[in-house]
């Protein structure tokens, strides 16, 4: 069940994995995406397993460097979190993640970041290739 809400928060985030963050007390779950959990590991084009959902997390973390994010939304799913977009120096770090391909478009809740992860499968970006 979803309840619907009008939330912009802005602040310094505690990173739980690349889709998932806190900023003080609200716990976010970042729209349209899916993320390998961190202790999660992926089959590189080698054939060599790594840590894919640790990649993902570092990715997100590499992509805030240390700035205060803004995370915009209006819904929370059953689990209490807040549905948001989240930006970072003015980009969206939810198209940016899956366009670097650490993040999945996550289609059965929206169709808002499939071209970005198309783009990152032909470029062979993050899981897609492990090329950054």
Same mark, same amino acid.
């Given at each position: 069940?979803t309840?619907? %809400?009008?939330?912009?928060?802005?602040?310094?985030p505690?990173?739980?994995?690349?889709?998932t963050?806190?900023?003080?007390?609200?716990?976010?779950?970042?729209h349209g995406?899916?993320a390998p959990?961190? +202790?999660?590991? +992926?089959?590189?084009?080698d054939?060599?397993?790594?840590?894919c959902?640790?990649?993902?997390?570092d990715?997100?973390?590499?992509l805030? %460097? /240390?700035?205060?994010?803004?995370?915009e939304?209006?819904?929370?799913?059953?689990y209490?979190?807040?549905?948001?977009? +989240?930006?970072s120096?003015?980009?969206?770090?939810?198209?940016?993640? %899956?366009?670097?391909?650490?993040t999945?478009?996550?289609?059965?809740?929206?169709?808002?970041? %499939? /071209?970005?992860e198309?783009?990152?499968q032909?470029?062979?970006?993050?899981?897609?290739?492990?090329?950054?």
């Amino acid at each position: 069940m979803t309840t619907a %809400v009008t939330a912009d928060l802005s602040g310094s985030p505690r990173i739980v994995d690349a889709d998932t963050i806190w900023i003080s007390d609200t716990k976010i779950r970042l729209h349209g995406i899916d993320a390998p959990d961190t +202790c999660q590991e +992926c089959t590189g084009q080698d054939g060599e397993a790594y840590r894919c959902g640790e990649a993902a997390t570092d990715a997100l973390r590499t992509l805030i %460097v /240390s700035q205060p994010l803004r995370c915009e939304g209006d819904t929370y799913d059953r689990y209490k979190r807040l549905i948001a977009t +989240c930006y970072s120096g003015g980009i969206d770090l939810n198209a940016k993640l %899956v366009r670097l391909g650490w993040t999945l478009a996550y289609q059965k809740y929206s169709k808002d970041y %499939v /071209s970005a992860e198309v783009e990152a499968q032909e470029a062979k970006h993050g899981m897609w290739g492990w090329k950054v």
